[in-house]
């Protein structure tokens, strides 16, 4: 099964925040873009404590869409640790060490207003 084919939506959204809550990722968010881009309904976006707490916050996520036979698009990130994106098309997943959060504000930026251009 491909992620095109794959449940789309809070299904996915759901799987996310469990493979997060089981390695106790820390403060997961999820924020609904469906009025702000054509890109993805969702963002979901957790902090981990460390760069190895990271990757393995994204791996798990990973690991239980595969199980449940859902693969990713793609990866990005996970050599590093300090920002690893897992992105299933309609729901991206950002897992993110602290200072990174809070530096590139992914929550504030999507939820802002819009600015009004006149």
Do not use: C
Request: charged letters at 25%; glycine letters at 6%.
């Amino acid at each position: 099964m491909t992620a095109e084919s794959a449940p789309v939506g809070q299904a996915l959204v759901d799987l996310a925040l469990d493979a997060i809550d089981d390695l106790k990722g820390v403060d997961p968010v999820v924020i609904d873009v469906r009025e702000l881009s054509s890109v993805m309904d969702y963002l979901v976006v957790a902090s981990g404590t460390s760069a190895r707490h990271v990757k393995s916050l994204a791996d798990n996520v990973v690991d239980k869409g595969k199980a449940s036979r859902i693969r990713p698009i793609g990866i990005e990130g996970e050599t590093v640790g300090e920002w690893v994106l897992v992105d299933y098309g309609d729901v991206v997943v950002h897992v993110m060490q602290p200072a990174t959060r809070s530096f590139y504000d992914l929550e504030r930026l999507w939820t802002a207003p819009p600015v009004d251009s006149d």
